[in-house]
């Protein structure tokens, strides 16, 4: 077993935590583009995005020295895609590629939304998944389908990808549009400073963790092992090709060996009640 990709490879002592996928009033969102990082703010949040459907938001980011403040925006054409870090919208005529790849060209963060959102568990089908090319993941949990029809989870999606080989990373995304919402689901990124620059790099090479209420303080991917060190987990596990589970360990920390993975290994971190955690892949051969 080697490992061919490892985005834990490069470790730093910072943690920041943020936001990626949040409405406002410019679309159908609670509160005011201010009051929606004021809000973050108040949580103890170190980055958001701003992603309202086809209209950018552009608060002073003079005005809140206290997060980092991403531009960005839900492209609304019938199926979503959550852009990160631009300047404009772009047209519902272009093809789903032509949109990532023109979000990739200006800098930008390109993440497939709530793919099992509708009665069919179908907003984005298998065949599109894996037919689009160089978006950087899909949202593996989007808060706001707990209220609508299919499932906030896209756990089995995530796991078909990447059993058919493809790199993509999993966020976990609130897709804020009430505040009663606000601290339901997060990335937490580890960087090596504060700025937007480290916090981007890290959520496009996948050095972050997705979660639902479950804090990590660290991972560590080196010689054949996985180790995940959590604050609060009461059973971490091992999940290999096709989703299948391949140790389970109770309590809030697990090392888990790689001999037995296939193509990829994540870990998934249960907590309490629905609280949950997910690691990103590395790559095995
Ligand atoms: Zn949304």
Redesign the pocket.
């Known amino acids: 077993m080697a490992i061919l990709r490892n985005p834990y490879a490069q470790r730093y002592p910072l943690w920041l935590k943020g936001n990626l ?1 949040a ?1 406002t009033t410019l679309s159908d969102g609670e509160l005011s583009p201010d009051d929606t990082i004021d809000a973050f703010i108040r949580r103890g949040y170190d980055f958001v995005a701003l ?1 309202d ?1 086809d209209v950018i938001a552009n608060p002073n980011e003079a005005h809140f020295p206290q997060i980092l403040v991403f531009a960005g925006v ?1 492209h609304s054409a019938q199926q ?1 895609i959550l852009r990160v870090n631009i300047t404009g919208t772009l047209p519902h005529d272009l093809s789903y590629q032509s949109v990532i790849d023109l979000t990739l060209q200006e800098g930008g963060l390109v993440i497939l ?1 709530h793919p099992n959102w509708g009665e069919n568990f179908d907003h984005w089908r298998d065949s599109q998944l894996l037919h689009l090319q160089r978006y950087h993941g899909i949202e593996i949990y989007n808060n ?1 389908i707990e209220y609508l029809e299919g499932s906030p989870y896209a756990l089995d999606r995530w796991d078909r990808l990447l059993s058919e080989g493809r790199q993509v990373w999993g966020y976990a995304n609130e ?1 804020t ?1 009430r505040v009663f919402q606000m601290g339901s689901a997060w990335n937490a990124v580890n960087v090596r400073e504060r700025s937007k620059e480290a916090v981007l790099d890290a959520l496009k090479d996948g050095r972050f963790y997705a979660s639902t209420g479950v804090v990590i303080e660290e991972i560590v991917v080196e010689d054949g092992y996985y180790r995940v060190h959590t604050m609060n987990a009461r059973e971490l596990r091992l999940i290999s090709l096709r989703g299948q589970v391949i140790e389970r360990v109770s309590g809030s920390k697990a090392t888990f060996s790689l001999s037995k993975a296939g193509v990829y290994a994540r870990v998934e971190v249960i907590g309490e009640g629905e609280a949950r955690a997910w690691t990103q892949p590395v790559f095995v051969e």
């Open positions: 996928h409405h992603t459907h839900e979503h939304n706001v897709d549009h």
